[in-house]
């Protein structure tokens, strides 16, 4: 099993920038797939970006394309979101994800652990 702490969120201006940092306990990070999600109030959770296990090309969202970065730093056991250019429609509890899969779905169903979520608010 992995336990997963989010961390970074706050209050940015439109055309800002914030880090989201995700640490792991348990079994090493290089041992799962892991992702980003964020749920708007009133909105069902969506995919952010994710991070095969294997490597490879990282996958995300078309509403972030070009904006976020996702990275994982193996031996800090941490997975990062780099968030630029942020616009009022990224405001949302951002979750930590990962699976024991190789694949990097973008279902947030097929993602057995979760942090508890850290919130991202983006003011006009």
């Known amino acids: 099993q992995v336990q997963l702490v989010e961390s970074g969120g706050g209050l940015v201006q439109a055309g800002g920038s914030l880090r989201l940092s995700c640490a792991a306990s348990g079994r090493t990070f290089s041992s799962y797939t892991t992702g980003w999600f964020r749920q708007a109030p009133g909105k069902e959770r969506e995919f952010v970006a994710a991070?095969?296990?294997?490597?490879?090309?990282?996958a995300y969202a078309e509403s972030v394309k070009g904006r976020f970065t996702i990275s994982r730093d193996n031996a800090l056991n941490t997975v990062y979101l780099q968030m630029n250019s942020l616009k009022r429609e990224d405001t949302a509890v951002y979750y930590c994800a990962a699976r024991g899969g190789f694949q990097a779905r973008n279902s947030p169903y097929d993602y057995d652990y979760w942090g508890q979520g850290t919130q991202v608010t983006v003011s006009s």
């Open positions: 991070f095969s296990r294997s490597g490879g090309n990282p």
